[in-house]
């Protein structure tokens, strides 16, 4: 085969081409310290860089978003549990304060002061948010716990309880001494011993007080047959004559709404026919749940909104009507569980429930305890005005003054034997409410632990496969420089031989 100059011309010019293209490639390595550009450099370093590259995108999501964005939930959480526990602890603290029935009439008020400041503050810290979600809302991330000012709006709720919700409640009949005043003592009918009483009834302690009065709690239950049983109740107010305590002690079948206190009074034969219905233990259904409906309409703030704990309907038998949680009929209470997804195929649980630590219980055990003591303060003052009052009287004046002064003296011993009775059940109410708390941050605390060794081990799969990622993608700048230096020392001289090979032509030989 005849080689023409033309020929070694266009061969040298491939050659000078093809080494021009090697140090194009390493320019490039060099300049973007990777391997490949495109994925016809490498298609299996290509390929295995896509992978760990979307590793290494998950991972970041996981490191660097949801494990502090959850961690952030759980701290929050975690605070409002310990500002709960704290509040329950100082209310043991002035049950046990309230408890020793030697207390001035000045340590009742301040006992009575801290109980009211602490029952406004319980709730208010169950509307703890984060990042405007509300922490214990369940699902319900964008409605707060409670009302945060006065609202008219009607719910119809159906609190679904057992017959551990009963209990017992006293009631002091101080007859007319509440109202004695200087002017008006020498009027008083049954301001004297003779007037006081004491009367204990059975009760049921409904979520809320001030129900409407249109549609008064109706209980709802099953007798042994299976059938259903329905019991209405009579609205008495708690300044009715008689009370509603003596209506219902001195009527065996009386069920009373006060509305006052959120009570049901019970007659003994209603509360035996309640006591009677008893769950099966074999079976999976409950037999012996009681259901109590009812409605209210006037919410004041700082009132826990029913949505969150009971079945209930907003707005009933309206257009706007909203049924909420129709599940607890059925037994298959919903567990609202917010999860965050923290690593490959794990979550973690970053919320807790308003059911689980800030009950309805809190607030209407300081109820009773302020009604209470409260009494017993009315009652001490009505006590110092009457002995006043004696130093300046004389004949039937004093007299009625002294029958008066023993009727106090008579109330006040049933009602501070009531009180302390009282103050004693709260210490053991708060702590049961206080260990729930308790059992949260515990709960909130575990979960905390988890997320940190989660979050650990993130820490530690980002570190390898960044530096997986790095070694396939990632050039050795070192070589590729001496690389580059020695191509282009090979251009040069390839340049150089190439110019020398051209200048000898055919006219040389003539």
């Not at 007798?223 to 305590?245: K, L, M, R």
């Not at 029913?306 to 909420?324: L, M, R, V």
Request: glycine letters at 6%; charged letters at 30%.
């Amino acid at each position: 085969m005849r080689i023409t100059n033309k020929i070694m011309q266009r061969n040298n010019l491939s050659n000078l081409n093809t080494n021009k293209i090697y140090q194009d490639r390493l320019s490039n390595q060099m300049s973007t310290q990777k391997k490949v550009n495109r994925p016809s450099d490498d298609p299996v370093v290509a390929i295995r860089a896509l992978r760990l590259r979307s590793s290494v995108t998950e991972i970041t999501q996981y490191y660097s978003k949801n494990i502090p964005d959850a961690e952030s939930w759980l701290n929050v959480t975690e605070d409002s549990l310990k500002n709960l526990s704290e509040i329950l602890t100082k209310m043991i603290e002035q049950c046990t304060k309230g408890s020793n029935g030697d207390l001035k009439t000045t340590d009742k008020e301040i006992i009575l002061e801290q109980l009211k400041a602490l029952g406004d503050e319980v709730y208010t810290t169950g509307d703890a948010d984060y990042a405007g979600r509300y922490v214990f809302t369940g699902y319900r991330t964008d409605t707060s716990l409670s009302f945060s000012q006065p609202t008219d709006q009607v719910y119809e709720i159906t609190e679904q309880i057992d017959r551990d919700a009963f209990d017992s409640v006293t009631e002091v009949d101080s007859g007319d001494l509440l109202d004695w005043n200087e002017t008006n003592y020498g009027g008083l009918a049954a301001a004297d011993e003779q007037a006081v009483g004491m009367v204990e009834v059975h009760r049921l302690r409904l979520s809320y007080d001030d129900c409407s009065e249109d549609y008064l709690p109706t209980l709802t239950y099953k007798d042994a047959d299976g059938n259903d049983v329905t019991v209405n109740s009579s609205v008495v107010h708690s300044y009715a004559e008689p009370s509603p305590y003596k209506q219902a002690a001195d009527d065996p079948d009386a069920v009373i709404y006060v509305p006052e206190t959120g009570e049901l009074l019970l007659g003994e034969n209603k509360y035996n026919e309640l006591m009677a219905v008893r769950d099966d233990k074999t079976t999976v259904k409950n037999e012996g749940e009681i259901r109590v409906t009812y409605q209210k309409s006037s919410w004041q703030k700082g009132d826990l909104r029913p949505e969150h704990y009971f079945y209930c309907k907003s707005d009933p038998g309206t257009d706007k009507e909203i049924e909420y949680n129709d599940t607890f009929l059925t037994g298959e209470t919903e567990k609202q569980a917010i999860e965050y997804d923290v690593g490959f195929n794990q979550t973690i649980r970053v919320n807790s429930t308003a059911d689980e630590c800030f009950q309805h219980g809190i607030g209407r055990e300081v109820d009773d305890l302020v009604g209470a003591l409260q009494e017993v303060i009315d009652l001490e003052k009505v006590r110092a005005k009457i002995e006043d009052k004696m130093k300046q009287s004389t004949g039937a004046d004093a007299e009625l003054l002294k029958k008066q002064l023993d009727g106090v003296d008579k109330a006040l011993t049933f009602a501070k034997d009531k009180t302390q009775k009282l103050f004693e059940s709260g210490i053991t109410s708060f702590q049961t409410y206080l260990d729930d708390a308790n059992l949260c941050i515990t709960d909130c605390g575990t979960r905390s632990s988890k997320l940190e060794l989660i979050e650990n081990r993130m820490q530690n799969q980002k570190t390898t496969f960044e530096t997986l990622k790095s070694e396939n993608e990632d050039v050795d700048i070192t070589e590729v420089v001496i690389g580059l230096t020695s191509a282009e020392l090979t251009y040069q001289a390839a340049l150089m031989a190439t110019g020398k090979v051209t200048q000898t032509t055919l006219l040389n030989y003539i």
